[in-house]
């Protein structure tokens, strides 16, 4: 489907097909089109082409009401005046739900949801995180077809964000709504989803599992904006059967080959190859090279970022126009100070093109 506003093509022929009973994130930064399509799915905007279909049965032109969708806004739109019973029980009251069933399904989500206790408070008086239960809890007691969720946690502390993040796919995984979440949170999409669709000015760049999507990006704004990427230019020496061989930039180095999993690469062509900072190896330069069967590279400290458990350091390869970004241990203090050499070792077939030069 496409979704023009004026002359802005917000969608651009989006092709998706999603499997019942999935968790599936639509993930890009701002202005990618992931909220329009969520918008376009609940019924708020029509396609200008295309269509969307509900278990073979199409759904433009269906107003927002009668589509058997439900959604969580980045907000959660809670009624201020109305107690928790409430909030949770207004949707069912609009769509005229016989007051016994209508009390069955909402102590149920109540329950199920751990605010049992709390159905007499208003909003006011809940955390960032029962809210956020609420408003799941009215959308899940009109037993949709599809849970649509815009951005519900961003409003939550980054502590708190975690675990309610590890609650939501609990309550997705026990309930079997095919649900459709938007996010610009790669840690979000790639923790909670069974598939993900990257976006980026409207058009979808990869739909695939998490651990697709991270270590086989298709191409470069995806493995930049999945998580720290390194993208170095190298010339392909040879390629056959998904894997190519490559030099690469940087003085001294050897070759390295690489996984090439859109078959983009050509004898003698120039491309780009990908290498997160954990694939890294790190050692002393002086000291003796650790057996491995792949690429090494000398480079010396920067900067580096102290985060706990570990550290990312840049260090700057000869050759090479920017810095790389690799992560080192922690209890190797000596490896994190400016102007030290160390040598970085990467093993063979674990890095990915992804794009030609």
């Known amino acids: 489907m496409s979704k023009w506003f004026g002359s802005t093509l917000a969608v651009d022929d989006l092709d998706l097909a999603i499997a019942k009973g999935s968790f599936t994130t639509l993930l890009g930064p701002s202005g990618c089109g992931k909220t329009t399509t969520l918008r376009m ?17 199409r759904q433009n032109d ?40 209508r009390e069955r399904r909402v102590a149920r989500v109540l329950e199920f949801l751990g605010l049992d206790a709390l159905g007499a408070r208003h909003p006011h008086e809940l955390s960032g995180g029962q809210q956020q239960r609420v408003a799941l809890g009215r959308s899940i007691v009109m037993e949709p077809d599809v849970l649509l969720m815009d951005e519900p946690l961003s409003n939550l502390d980054a502590k708190l964000r975690i675990r309610v993040r590890a609650e939501l796919k609990e309550i997705q995984r026990v309930l079997g709504i095919t649900t459709v979440y938007v996010t610009h949170d790669q840690d979000e999409a790639l923790s909670l989803s069974d598939q ?22 298709v191409n470069r704004f995806v493995a930049d904006f999945v998580g720290y990427a390194n993208i170095v230019p190298g010339t392909v020496e040879r390629s056959e059967n998904g894997v190519a061989t490559v030099q690469l930039a940087a003085r001294g180095a050897g070759n390295l080959r690489c996984l090439d999993p859109a078959g983009r690469a050509s004898n003698g062509g120039e491309v780009r190859v990908m290498l997160r900072p954990e694939w890294f190896t790190v050692s002393p330069a002086e000291g003796p090279a650790p057996d491995a ?41 000596d490896q994190l100070e400016r102007g030290t050499r160390l040598r970085l070792q990467v093993p063979h077939d674990r890095a990915v093109l992804v794009d030609e030069a």
Do not use: C
């Not at 927002?64 to 109305?82: C, E, G, T, W």
């Not at 990257?198 to 651990?211: A, F, I, K």
């Open 196 to 217: 993900v669709a990257v976006m980026s000015e409207g058009r979808l760049q990869q739909y695939s599992d998490p651990w697709t999507l991270y270590q086989a990006p």
């Open 293 to 333: 069967d792949g690429l090494a590279l000398e480079a010396e400290v920067g900067a580096s970022s102290y985060l706990g458990a570990f550290a990312r350091v840049w260090v700057d390869v000869e050759g090479l126009a920017e810095p790389l970004v690799v992560e080192v241990d922690v209890t190797h203090r």
């Open 41 to 57: 799915l609940a019924g708020f905007y029509e396609p200008d082409q295309g269509e969307i279909t509900i278990a073979g049965v």
């Open 62 to 101: 269906v107003p927002p009401n009668r589509r058997n969708v439900s959604i969580v806004f980045q907000d959660y739109a809670l009624f201020p005046h109305m107690t928790v019973l409430q909030n949770v029980s207004y949707g069912l009251k609009l769509r005229r739900v016989d007051k016994a069933e």
